[in-house]
């Protein structure tokens, strides 16, 4: 299963930017699809979660301004960001929980660097 990121860029504060996410392979089911960020010299974040059931979840630094959806069709997830903010600045990495040959596991993107400056 290969996971792949698209979509990132440099953005002026109170831009958007959209990114993608394709999943392909062999692929059986995906459960969870999550969009993560990790900042130079921070943690890995969880910035926004999307179930099979569309159950969506946000971090509290993004609600109202960044949305996530899928398309299960062509196993992809999108993260449309908004009103994006110079603390936005990070590389975001996909995260695809599916169901393969090899069973239940976690594939992960390369990553997409964001960078919010004006």
């Known amino acids: 299963v290969k996971v792949v990121e698209s979509g990132g860029g440099v953005v002026l504060p109170g831009g958007s930017l959209g990114l993608s996410c394709a999943a392909s392979?062999?692929?059986?089911?995906?459960?969870?699809m999550r969009w993560f960020r990790q900042a130079p010299g921070k943690q890995r974040e969880l910035v926004a979660a999307?179930?099979?059931?569309?159950?969506?979840d946000l971090v509290d630094s993004v609600k109202g301004r960044f949305s996530i959806s899928r398309d299960n069709a062509t196993n992809t997830v999108y993260l449309q960001m908004n009103s994006l903010k110079p603390e936005d600045t990070a590389v975001y990495v996909c995260?695809?929980?599916?169901?393969?040959?090899?069973?239940?596991?976690?594939?992960w993107g390369k990553g997409t660097q964001v960078t919010v400056s004006s």
């Open positions: 999307i179930s099979g059931g569309d159950s969506v």
């Open positions: 392979g062999v692929i059986f089911s995906i459960n969870a």
């Open positions: 995260n695809v929980r599916a169901v393969s040959v090899r069973g239940p596991y976690d594939y």
